[in-house]
């Protein structure tokens, strides 16, 4: 289940003096209709939209991710294969993030929400003074069914 509808969207864009357009509206709703589909890339958003009947074209759908996900709307994650993802920006930028298990033969990208890095954390800011908001993990390796593939 989402924590946000298409609304809470639309006053998020207001607060930083942007319009919700159509456009915009048509992507962020893909967002919230596929949720449980983290991680889609702008070629995953304009097929759905072609699915769709949309007449937006991969250009704009680039060009609006960007601007979302630089609005803070949107995150955009890189997992070392040259392609963006992007997924809704649901979390308290003072929160920590999920993490991701990357497989480096089928690119398939697991989450997982286990962190044991808070007293890391905390001893790496005692000792540099830096002020730790946020941190992101990403584990390259094989999934279990590419390793049970690679072993046959």
Do not use: W
Request: charged share 35%; glycine share 4%; aromatic share 8%.
């Amino acid at each position: 289940m989402n924590k946000f509808s298409i609304e809470d969207l639309r006053q998020r864009l207001q607060e930083k003096d942007y319009k919700m357009t159509e456009q915009r509206r048509e992507i962020l709703q893909i967002f919230l209709d596929h949720s449980s589909e983290h991680h889609l890339s702008a070629e995953d958003v304009h097929g759905i939209l072609r699915k769709q009947k949309s007449e937006i074209g991969l250009a704009t759908v680039y060009r609006s991710l960007e601007l979302l996900s630089n609005l803070g709307i949107l995150l955009k994650m890189e997992f070392g294969d040259g392609c963006s993802r992007y997924e809704l920006n649901d979390n308290d930028p003072f929160s920590h993030r999920h993490h991701h298990l990357i497989c480096l033969k089928c690119h398939k990208v697991i989450e997982f929400h286990e962190d044991k890095l808070d007293e890391l954390e905390a001893e790496i800011a005692d000792k540099s003074g830096f002020e730790i908001v946020n941190h992101e993990v990403k584990f390259f390796g094989y999934c279990k069914e590419c390793r049970e593939e690679m072993q046959d």
